[in-house]
């Protein structure tokens, strides 16, 4: 991807350069000259730790895994195969592989949920902020911005803290006298949904706030006038004017919930797995580097599409917009 | 255009003698307590982590006292120590890397006619932002084997390129904001009184973009410090930074020490973050 764009520029610096010298063209290839030479350097950088390496784990996901880790150079599509199937060693006979099937279920399952829940959540109080006074409203702001750029480690623990069976939730409980055993969040599936919930609740606020802000208010004031409910000027005026919103921020949710590591690595105490961790388990104990590489693959494979149904979205609602 | 934008409050006439409050547009019933609701479950998990912190016994849910102990065992404690300035190093270094390029780029990149390529530049600075924290990890833990069994370096470089390039993307956005805010007028006026190039980045655009440098840069530097997953795979042994060197703490058993080095990585967040809202606060003149 990366270095096709980068032949690209050049081209497209070549057909810029002046063919017949005019002082308007001499300028706009200097222009344009000057613009590839300050972008080069951050190209660079991303290329050689960021998109590059993406093209190498591709190639290694066809690879014959090596007995200590790493690979031996045999192309092989065995990794591409084990990623949904499964061969009996006994008898040969292919079958689904169930362990795999369960986890990308549960990942799919759980980042949907995290990004309702978020919404659910997220929509009102994006709201709340967008409707306060101007002064105000940048303190809100900040206030849901803070989590947002404190570490994502730390608040898992805080949730772990919270949810444990001597935490604070158990000992209310207990105390009150609703159970006599503490209920067992940690480690459950809800824990990592809570957890997830919880960490990224700022990414779904931010985009709808960025679009309600933009609300123009006297639409709905001609929703009312119109002798429209609440419910009605809700759902017919705001949610399809806020819809950029609402699809950035669940796409900002969905694609890291989906990614998730170390939620589920702490939450989920070792046995609820999600992709992320399936995937860290082939590159430590499992010794399978090849599966982990086409299991990234597959990751990335559906967050592009998440992406592109975003994009497209995004540009749909931009036509009808200018329309 | 439209003029009554800013009208807080419209309020429609109501008969004095009914009870009954003011219609409000703007106002959606039960949206304000959602959003209080909200607000308390983003900080209450937070206030036991911090609390246990000054705990005086050894557990983290049992209150013993106040007491500064914790702390003291964190500063004490050799592997804590080293994480911390394995951190800061790495940190420091990534963040001026990526402040640098993210600079050069925004500067490349706004105040432009639009050129071919432009598009597909954004989309390549801002990957790290879209492609799963866990997926860049592994294609770095394969890229950075190959290089490591090649060459047999085994330090801090690896370490500080990743962060650099997951830093880009945060220290770009702040940095193009403010440039896109930015006009040519001085520029060009400079340009008029033959100041060079180079003077006029110098003494017109560096100083004028210094307030979105400076919060590229912060930011940059709070990402870095605070990444667990890739620092996780790209590391060697024995390189822990504060997070990694957390995340292995919490599968033992949990004393207040974490909560001690949690709540000082947080307060430096908090700090940094609150630097950065009241830079872009700032207007440009």
Known sequence: MTGSNITHNERSQEVMSPNEPSVESTARGLEVRRNILLTTPALIVLFLAASGPLFIMLFYSFLTPGNYGGVEWKSSLDAWFRVFLHRDIFDETVMFADAHISIFWRSLKLSLLTTLFTFVLGFPTAYFIATRPERTRNVWLFLVTIPFWTNLLIRTFAIMEVIRNQGVINTVLISLGFTDQPVQMLYTDFAILLGMAYVYMPLMILPLYASMERLDFKLIEAGYDLYATRLRVLWRIIVPLVKPGIIAGSVLVFIPSLGAYVTPRILGGGKNLMLGNLIELQFGQGRNWPLGAALSVTLLAIVMIALIIYVRTAQRSGNTRAN | ?285
């Open chain 2, 1 to 285: 255009m439209c003029v009554r934008h800013n009208v807080p409050v419209i309020h429609v006439p109501t008969n004095p003698l009914s009870s009954h409050k003011p219609f409000v547009i703007r106002r959606i019933p039960g949206f304000a307590t959602v959003a209080v609701i909200c607000f308390a479950v983003l900080y209450i998990p937070l206030a036991p982590l911090v609390a246990y912190s000054f705990n005086a016994g050894t557990s983290i849910t049992l209150w013993e006292g106040f007491s500064l102990r914790w702390y003291e065992a964190a500063w004490r404690n050799d592997l804590v120590q080293e994480a911390a300035i394995r951190s800061v190093v790495i940190a420091v270094t990534a963040s001026v890397c990526a402040t640098t390029v993210a600079t050069m780029a925004a500067l490349g990149t706004t105040r432009t006619r639009p050129y071919r390529g432009q598009l597909a530049i954004y989309a390549i600075i801002n990957q790290p932002l879209m492609v799963p924290e866990i997926v860049t990890a592994v294609a770095l833990l394969i890229v950075f084997a190959i290089v490591k069994t090649a060459t047999d370096y085994h330090g801090l470089a690896y370490l500080i390129v990743a962060h650099t390039a997951f830093c880009v993307p945060f220290a770009y956005l702040p940095i193009r904001a403010r440039l896109e805010g930015m006009d040519l007028t001085l520029e060009t006026a400079a340009a008029d009184l033959y100041a060079t190039p180079w003077k006029i980045f110098h003494r017109v655009t560096l100083p004028l973009l210094l307030p979105g440098i400076l919060a590229g840069a912060m930011l940059a530097f709070v990402i870095s410090l605070d990444d667990v997953v890739i620092t996780e795979f790209v590391k060697s042994v024995g390189q822990d930074t504060l997070p990694t060197y957390m995340l292995g703490q919490l599968r033992r058993v949990v004393t207040p020490e974490i909560n001690a080095i949690s709540t000082v990585l947080l307060g430096i967040s908090v700090v940094l973050v609150t630097l950065v809202f009241l830079l872009s606060r700032e207007k440009v003149q």
